[in-house]
């Protein structure tokens, strides 16, 4: 039913795989979120979700991946 939503957002502070593997990880652990891409040299994260996802949702998986939003 519903569309499914793509949401663009900027890491700071990710340095190499390890840090793209955690982030990824993270924000698929919000419900609903699928096709995680993150491109390490610009901190660039994409992301399709099946269901809306709040900031609050999304500061928060970033935070417990161990980054900040830019
Ligand atoms: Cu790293």
């Given amino acids: ?3 499914k939503q793509t949401s663009e957002l900027t890491v700071a502070g990710m340095t190499c795989g390890h840090c793209v593997a955690s982030v990824t ?3 698929q652990e ?3 979120v699928n096709d995680v891409q993150v491109d390490l040299a610009t ?3 994409r992301f399709t979700a099946a269901q ?3 900031d ?3 500061q ?3 935070e417990g991946a ?3 939003l830019a």
């Fill in 25 to 27: 990880e993270e924000l």
């Fill in 60 to 62: 928060a998986a970033v």
């Fill in 43 to 45: 901190g660039r994260v």
């Fill in 66 to 68: 161990g980054y900040q």
């Fill in 56 to 58: 609050a949702e999304v």
């Fill in 30 to 32: 919000i419900s609903g």
């Fill in 1 to 3: 039913m519903n569309e």
């Fill in 52 to 54: 809306p996802v709040s």
